[in-house]
Nanobody
Framework: QVRLVEFGGGSVQAGGSLRLSCTVF????????MAWFRQAPGKERAGVAR???????SYADSVKGRFTVSQDNAKNTLYLQMNSLKPEDTAMFYC?????????????????????WGQGTQVTVSS
């Protein structure tokens, strides 16, 4: 059974930073694809950042230059470093993972295609 556990959400002022983490338990191999999604009130769940097992990353246009996704394979952990946070970044952030897929799948798929999810962590950015 694959289980993802998230940590690092909180409340910050605009311009501040947060670092989210997502640790994978219960599987012998690291996921081929890991991703961060977020969902704000009244909005659909949207992709934020993704990274495939070879280290290829992609980002939503709204976070490019501000967010960085990375992974520590020894710790089975995914990270999202968020800098220069804006009020519009306020959302519930979710970590997601998938196995046995291609790079194109990893970077193009919508949230409904990901089978494994973290519990979510709230990020609130005030003006």
């Amino acid at each position: 059974q694959v289980r993802l556990v998230e940590f690092g959400g909180g409340s910050v002022q605009a311009g501040g930073s947060l670092r989210l983490s997502c640790t994978v338990f219960g599987y012998a191999y690291r996921p081929y694809c890991m991703a961060w999604f977020r969902q704000a009130p009244g909005k659909e769940r949207a992709g934020v950042a993704r990274i495939s097992s070879g280290g290829t990353s992609s980002y939503a246009d709204s976070v490019k230059g501000r967010f960085t996704v990375s992974q520590d394979n020894a710790k089975n952990t995914l990270y999202l470093q968020m800098n220069s946070l804006k009020p519009e970044d306020t959302a519930m952030f979710y970590c997601a993972a998938a196995y046995d897929h291609s790079d194109s799948w990893c970077h193009d798929s919508q949230w409904q295609a990901f089978p494994y999810w973290g519990q979510g962590t709230q990020v609130t950015v005030s003006s």
